[in-house]
């Protein structure tokens, strides 16, 4: 969650005006007032079955929220916590900990740009403007700087919406911004999954995977 | 050079399905380690010499065997969580071969008497946790996850989890955290894992190509795998090369070969007319090294001795025609970016390395700070309960006292671009009576 900050770093003074001292602090959502989708609540009691505690579903469950809400909105987390009996404040800190939980209205189409020491060697910073730029101002699209995604053999990368694309040109930008608008797939020809491993002796006919014979 | 392990076949087409791997003699390492008693299974992983593949590098089959005996819920988690800047070989792994690292959880499960097991995926590895649950499906319904597997005694749980983007779950303890549903902060150690981990049970936690090595370790027997390697660092490993290589991308090398084979001779080395400025062998947690040092064996104890480490296996090669200074500053803010603020000195000094290195990169700064950041490291090493502040300190302080001259070299060109003239070193505080 980004704090408003002054130039030399303090905080704004304001920045926490929403916690209202005054209140209690929210408890667990009563079941009876509280209007949970039937499909989220399905997918939420699935995750919780899974584990020998139900706890462990709370990140599984923020995911399942935020795929159906757009963001953590508080409403998201009321539901969620409404069905795992937990906190809304307790599912907040989990939401505030990790970078994929949005906890601001963002747009549908996620690009994020890994900006990582391997892909800014190779332009990412240059990428991430660009891609900023094709973007520009449409509510439709959530463009992030991303730390390392895992990717930095097809550096200069991107994961749009959750499919790993690289290595981009910075002309790719305009691409995947009119892609997505269209509801395309994204450069097909430089999607990750269609990608051979770089090791040359990887792909040869060889026999069988754990043949004996072999090492004698 | 070696013949590949890990790698052998790997993009034959649908090998992430059962069919194909079982045509490939897979599983086929799961029904021998079944026919064996856990004590010879264990007994071939500590003969093996395998050691960590995440970065840590500590003897698999020992971490195994500290697990107390008994009949209680012991737990094995894989480490997916694959966030060290420069490393992707997990990802690879689990894409094209994910029966690979299922077979081999289920042999290690075996080992140490563990019956239920989790997979900890980092959140942004969307695709290959859709290709794992299908294998993992795959593998349930064949009868290989399950309640007496194959006949055996042996039963086990497998649960995929994703994560939600947090390097920090990549430390065992924090990773166990994020597991139980929390904010992803490292505990306190000891206990260790070994005896109060997961739910706090017996819990053993290895990274994915770890156990997918477990399999061929069964395959071959643990004394025929260290015959590969060298003596301490047994066995092939897949290293990522990245950066500035002509060639980026995963190799299968056997431990111990001249690094200078990995980075030119597989890799490609850097563009046409540039050359290395100097590299991470182990991802960006790790010390960097120089060109001098190119020709030293890539094993773990050689990087250990150069100074740095081989940690993750990530190679990340930097060119000349990059600043060091923005290196470091794009480093510094990574790690300031993931600290999880628990402890006092990665929190603070991830911060204030960032604000130093902003001013060396804007002009601001005086060789001074370069002392202030060198010192700000030596404080935060060995401070805190995990290594995320170690490893930001790490690269750092070997960068500023490595590439001195170019720091300050870098500030001076900025004073002079920006007119402000000489430094002014700042008045000793004996001057104006502080401390006196």
Redesign the interface.
């Known amino acids: 969650m980004s704090v408003a900050r002054y130039d030399h770093g303090s905080r704004i003074p304001g920045w926490d005006d929403a916690v209202d001292l005054s209140k209690d602090p929210a408890s667990i959502p009563d079941p009876a007032l509280t209007p949970v989708p039937a499909e989220l609540r399905q997918q939420i009691e699935a995750a919780m079955a899974?584990?020998?505690?139900f706890?462990?579903?709370?990140?599984?469950a923020?995911?399942a929220a935020q795929e159906l809400h757009g963001w953590c909105s508080p409403e998201a987390i009321e539901q969620v916590a409404c069905v795992m009996r937990l906190t809304p404040a307790y599912l907040t800190?989990?939401v505030?900990?990790?970078?994929?939980?949005e906890s601001k209205p963002v747009g549908r189409n996620t690009v994020?740009v890994c900006?990582?020491?391997?892909c800014?060697?190779?332009g990412a910073r240059e990428l991430h403007a660009a891609v900023q730029q094709a973007a520009g101002d449409d509510p439709d699209f959530n463009v992030r700087a991303?730390?390392?995604?895992?990717?930095?053999?097809?550096?200069p990368m991107a994961?749009v919406n959750?499919?790993?694309v690289g290595p981009l040109e910075l002309s790719d930008a305009e691409r995947i911004v009119e892609q997505l608008r269209a509801g395309e797939d994204v450069l097909p020809e430089k999607q990750?999954?269609r990608r051979?491993?770089?090791?040359p002796?990887?792909?040869?006919?060889?026999p069988?995977?754990?043949?004996?014979e072999?090492?004698a | 050079?070696s013949?590949?392990l890990l790698?052998?076949?790997?993009?034959?087409p649908g090998l992430a399905s059962r069919e194909v791997?079982e045509?490939?003699?897979?599983y086929?390492?799961l029904k021998r380690a079944l026919r064996m008693p856990r004590e010879e299974v264990l007994q071939n992983l500590l003969d093996s010499g395998l050691r960590g593949r995440g970065g840590a590098g500590f003897a698999m089959g020992k971490k195994a065997s500290f697990l107390p005996k008994g009949t209680m819920?012991k737990y094995l988690v894989c480490n997916a969580d694959?966030?060290?800047?420069?490393?992707?070989k997990?990802?690879?792994l689990m894409?094209?071969s994910p029966h690979m690292l299922v077979e081999g959880m289920i042999i290690a499960a075996y080992a140490a008497d563990a019956n239920?097991s989790f997979i900890y995926i980092?959140?942004?590895?969307?695709?290959q946790a859709e290709i794992l649950e299908r294998a993992i499906e795959e593998a349930r319904s064949a009868g290989y996850l399950g309640e007496r597997i194959l006949g055996s005694d042996h039963s086990l749980s497998l649960?995929l989890?994703?994560?939600?983007?947090?390097?920090i779950c990549g430390e065992e303890t924090g990773l166990l955290d994020?597991?139980?549903?929390?904010?992803?902060n490292p505990r306190l150690k000891p206990p260790f894992p070994a005896n109060q981990g997961l739910?706090q049970g017996p819990t053993l936690i290895n990274n994915v190509e770890t156990l997918a090595t477990v399999?061929?370790i069964i395959?071959?027997g643990g004394q025929?795998y260290a015959k590969l390697g060298t003596e301490t660092s047994t066995g092939t490993k897949l290293v990522?090369?990245?950066?500035?290589v002509q060639?980026?991308?995963?190799?299968?090398i056997e431990l111990g070969i001249p690094a200078r084979e990995i980075i030119f001779g597989?890799?490609g080395g850097p563009e046409r007319g540039r050359d290395v400025k100097f590299w991470f062998p182990g991802g960006?947690s790790s010390p960097v090294l120089t060109p001098a040092e190119l020709d030293l064996p890539y094993d773990f104890d050689s990087m250990a001795k150069a100074g740095s480490m081989l940690g993750s296996g990530?190679i990340?090669v930097?060119d000349d025609s990059?600043s060091v200074v923005?290196?470091a500053l794009?480093?510094a803010k990574?790690y300031r970016?993931?600290s999880?603020g628990k402890c006092t000195p990665c929190r603070e000094g991830t911060n204030w390395t960032v604000k130093m290195l902003q001013r060396v990169e804007s002009g601001e700064a005086t060789p001074m700070d370069l002392d202030i950041i060198a010192s700000v490291q030596e404080q935060i090493m060995g401070n805190c309960l995990c290594v995320l502040g170690d490893a930001m300190a790490m690269p750092v302080a070997s960068m500023v006292s490595k590439f001195r001259d170019e720091f300050e070299a870098h500030i001076e060109t900025r004073r002079a671009q920006l007119g402000l003239g000489e430094p002014t070193e700042p008045t000793p505080l004996e001057a104006v009576g502080v401390g006196s």
Do not use: W
């Open positions: 899974r584990y020998p505690d706890r462990s579903a709370a990140i599984p923020l995911h800190a989990v505030g900990f990790y970078d994929m939980f994020y900006t990582n020491i391997s800014s060697l190779r991303f730390e390392c995604l895992g990717a930095c053999d097809i550096a994961s959750g499919a790993y990750l999954l051979k491993v770089a090791d002796r990887a792909s040869t006919d060889a069988a995977l754990f043949d004996d072999d090492r | 050079m013949e590949l790698f052998k076949d790997i993009d034959e791997y045509r490939r003699g897979g086929e390492s819920d694959e966030s060290e800047p420069g490393t992707f997990d990802r690879e894409q094209k239920r980092r959140g942004e590895y969307q695709q649960v989890h994703r994560g939600a983007g947090a390097y994020s597991l139980e549903g929390k904010r992803g739910y399999p061929h395959r071959l025929e990522s090369v990245s950066g500035n060639r980026p991308g995963n190799y299968e597989l890799a960006s990530a990340i930097v990059q923005d290196v794009t480093l990574f970016h993931e999880c």
